[in-house]
């Protein structure tokens, strides 16, 4: 089975501080995504990453940055967060092109 | 640009009905891939189905069945005999022609909340 984790399933951070969300996976993917989930706005790409210390941006990087040293991990960084950041943040994976992506459980930040 | 349209916001039906979630996309390209999402209350997307362009066959599984039609642009979802847990946020979703970086990106509809009662 594949399985994506990620580090907590809840984190209350305070303005400003810097926050960091990692992201495992075990199947070998080459791909891996970061996806942040708000009411009303459905899901939204951040960034992702489709080899080691490869990234591109999504449609909403403002605020946020990646780091993938190693296959299996991408780390999702808020360099100083604010409260506009307070949301369910969801990590994926997929093997290439076209390959179903398979999700983490989330995180929910709340940021006060 | 891509888009996944899914017009029904909330559903809400009691146990045994059937009830059908409605995905209408849009793209230009010719090879792409069209995905069920099914997401619990507990958060965690679930993967139901990928199916590709080139494959118009509808597909059964259980008491879940999808009809794709390219003609209309639509990839519904059909839930038959309805159970209280099948109550979820169910998203479709449409993954882009990205060979360049093998990126494989997903563009979601922003999902329907079905609510079966007992």
């Known amino acids: 089975d594949v399985k994506v984790t990620q580090s907590s399933r809840y984190l209350v951070k305070r303005t400003g501080e810097k926050v960091f969300l990692e992201c495992v996976q075990d199947m070998d993917h080459e791909n891996m995504f970061w996806y942040r989930q708000d009411p009303g706005l459905g899901l939204r790409l951040i960034y992702f990453s489709y080899d080691v210390k490869m990234k591109e941006k999504g449609d909403i990087p403002e605020g946020y940055s990646v780091s993938r040293e190693k296959k299996e991990r991408f780390s999702l960084i808020l360099e100083s967060a604010s409260t506009n950041q307070t949301s369910m943040y969801l990590c994926?994976?997929?093997?290439?092109?076209?390959?179903?992506?398979?999700f983490g459980p989330g995180t929910r930040l709340l940021v006060l | 640009a891509q888009k996944v349209t899914q017009a029904q916001t909330e559903i809400s039906v009691v146990e045994k009905e059937d009830v059908t979630l409605d995905c209408v996309y849009e793209t230009r390209d010719t090879t792409y891939y069209l995905f069920w999402y099914k997401q619990p209350p507990s958060g965690e997307l679930v993967f139901l189905i990928r199916r590709n362009s080139f494959d118009e066959q509808n597909e059964i599984s259980g008491r879940y069945s999808w009809n794709f039609q390219k003609s209309t642009s639509s990839f519904n979802f059909t839930i038959t005999a309805s159970q209280v847990v099948d109550s979820a946020v169910y998203f479709c979703?449409?993954?882009?022609?990205?060979?360049?970086?093998?990126?494989?990106?997903?563009?979601f509809g922003e999902g329907t909340q079905l609510t079966v009662n007992p």
């Open positions: 979703a449409l993954s882009e022609n990205k060979r360049e970086t093998s990126g494989s990106r997903l563009t």
């Open positions: 994926a994976s997929s093997y290439e092109f076209g390959e179903t992506q398979y």
